[in-house]
């Protein structure tokens, strides 16, 4: 079994449902009969990351999250990393620092380190651009990326080296999002992801952060049993998250599928009440979802 659930729905200056990053479960039995995941694989941990996954330890069913009070860190064994945005990295210092310091054994050196996964690029990036700043002194010597996590770097197109597994089983491939545009498309790297269970085929669409690019997904969307795709309900021009006027031209068995997330704080103020009906619904914060079972 392979359940999804969002931490936070909401945009990046979201300040009632959090910022959208999601915990993956894998399952070999269920969390009926199972009292934590056999792996686990947060898709992004942005600034509001630590504070919702202290909310979400609390909720029946994710006690496993918990110790002594706090986040258990080394719950979470893997990170894939769409972009470099701060509500999609913000708390991976906090997480880092968490493991290395604090479930870490000092005496003996000896400390948990997840997985990081992404491109090649956006990895260098993120530690150079975003987290030296804070990660990279270590009493009596200079810290890299790898000394916090072990680096799983994907090559998004290159055959073999362009997806990676849970539970030998379920198959997660990234592809290129129309995030921002610094020339021309695709120039500045940012990821969604497609989930595949390999035993039956069926396979789910995660947008990740995108201006509306149903050509560039149409296949994609059409063939997964379940899409979740970002949207912004304030009108802009040149906006870089997919309008909700624009996905309401996508085909109605598409839309019948796709549960909206990445929405602003008035997604409950009337003139949205159509989402329900029109598409599958607004994601909820902090609800479990089964993708594959």
């Excluded at 479960?25 to 995941?37: I, N």
């Excluded at 498309?185 to 789910?204: C, F, H, I, N, Q």
């Excluded at 602003?264 to 594959?292: C, I, K, N």
Aim: hydrophobic share 40%; proline share 5%; glycine share 8%.
């Amino acid at each position: 079994m392979l359940t999804l659930t969002f931490l936070g729905v909401g945009g990046a200056f979201a300040k009632r449902n959090h910022q959208s990053n999601l915990l993956v479960e894998a399952w070999s039995q269920g969390p009926d009969h199972q009292d934590a995941p056999d792996d686990t694989l947060l898709v992004d941990f942005g600034t509001t990351g630590p504070i919702a996954l202290h909310d979400l330890k609390d909720r029946p069913g994710f006690e496993y999250l918990a110790a002594d009070g706090a986040v258990y860190y080394p719950r979470i064994r893997r990170i894939f990393i769409t972009h470099q945005h701060a509500d999609h990295i913000g708390g991976l210092e906090e997480l880092a620092l968490m493991n290395m310091f604090v479930h870490g054994d000092v005496a003996t050196g000896k400390y948990f380190k997840p997985q990081i996964i992404s491109s090649m690029r956006i990895l260098v990036n993120l530690w150079d651009e975003s987290l030296k700043g804070g990660l990279n002194t270590i009493a009596g010597r200079h810290a890299l990326l790898q000394d916090y996590f072990f680096i799983l770097a994907l090559r998004p197109g290159e055959e073999g080296k362009d997806h990676f597994q849970m539970l030998k089983r379920y198959r997660f491939e990234p592809f290129p999002t129309d995030h921002v545009q610094i020339e021309r498309k695709y120039d500045w790297p940012s990821y969604g992801l497609t989930a595949t269970d390999t035993r039956t085929g069926e396979s789910v669409f995660y947008s990740g952060d995108s201006r509306f690019d149903y050509a560039a997904n149409a296949e994609r969307l059409r063939a997964a049993k379940l899409c979740f795709h970002d949207v912004q309900l304030i009108e802009q021009p040149n906006p870089v998250h997919a309008l909700i006027s624009e996905l309401q031209t996508m085909p109605e068995e598409v839309k019948k599928k796709t549960i909206l997330y990445h929405y602003g704080d008035t997604w409950d103020s009337g003139p949205f009440d159509f989402v329900e009906t029109e598409f599958a619904g607004f994601a909820r914060p902090q609800q479990r979802y089964v993708l594959f079972e």
